[in-house]
């Protein structure tokens, strides 16, 4: 446990090349979403970005995932996303929807 703290839950980065590491051998796949739930919360410091981005990936994924039984409240999902992009001042992405 100590090296663990010490030396891979030190950072985001630090984790990910440990969690790669333990799977080079190819006996397993890598697990991201398993690393996100198991290791990244542990970690000292993740507020990197890409830290951010994953789980900001994660929830949309998730989001998706539960829009998919549900027509009516996929197309809300886009009618709102449409109007927050909007008010950013981001129509290309806003027309992408």
């Known amino acids: 446990m100590s090296h663990l703290r010490s030396e891979i839950l030190v950072s985001a980065d630090a984790a990910r090349a440990w969690w790669i590491d333990l799977h080079r051998d190819g006996s397993r796949p890598i697990s991201w ?16 970005p890409q830290s951010k981005a994953m789980r900001a990936a994660v929830v949309l994924a998730q989001v998706m995932e539960r829009l998919d039984s549900d027509p009516g409240r996929h197309q809300q999902f886009r009618a709102t996303t449409r109007v927050v992009l909007q008010q950013m001042n981001w129509e290309d992405l806003a027309d992408e929807l």
């Open 33 to 48: 979403e398993e690393f996100n739930t198991h290791v990244l919360p542990y970690v000292g410091n993740a507020q990197d």
